[in-house]
């Protein structure tokens, strides 16, 4: 059963620095192009990064580009994104999910997601 399992997220204060995980089982991610997603409270879902299958093209949203990065673990079954510069507006829920249609923000292509995990910016 495929099952993505996100980690990392926590307090954190503005400017400071998160790195999110990823871990995929029930698949081979690195089959599957990883996008990452945020929803903060009473607002939509917005795709923030997203890593092809070989790790050669990265997407970002404007709004996060130079302060956020996507990467895949040597191992192959872990994608990583890393968020630095903090801003209050990063908080929310952090999901990853996995498409095999190609590299987006767009969520219509993704067919597996995460639970999301909790990133809070606050001083």
């Known amino acids: 059963q495929l099952k993505l399992v996100e980690s990392g997220g926590g307090l954190v204060q503005p400017g400071g620095s998160l790195t999110l995980s990823c871990a995929a089982s029930?698949?081979?991610?690195?089959?599957?192009?990883i996008g990452w997603f945020r929803q903060a409270p009473a607002k939509e879902r917005e795709g923030v990064a997203s890593?092809?299958?070989?790790?050669?093209?990265?997407v970002y949203a404007d709004s996060v580009k130079g302060r956020f990065s996507v990467s895949r673990g040597n191992r192959g079954n872990t994608t990583y994104l890393r968020v630095d510069n903090l801003k209050p507006e990063d908080a929310g829920v952090y999901y990853c999910?996995?498409?095999?249609?190609?590299?987006?923000?767009?969520?219509?292509?993704?067919?597996?997601w995460g639970q999301g995990t909790q990133v809070t910016v606050s001083s």
């Open positions: 029930g698949i081979a991610l690195e089959y599957w192009a």
């Open positions: 890593i092809s299958t070989l790790g050669n093209t990265r």
């Open positions: 999910a996995a498409t095999d249609r190609g590299v987006g923000l767009d969520s219509h292509l993704y067919r597996h």
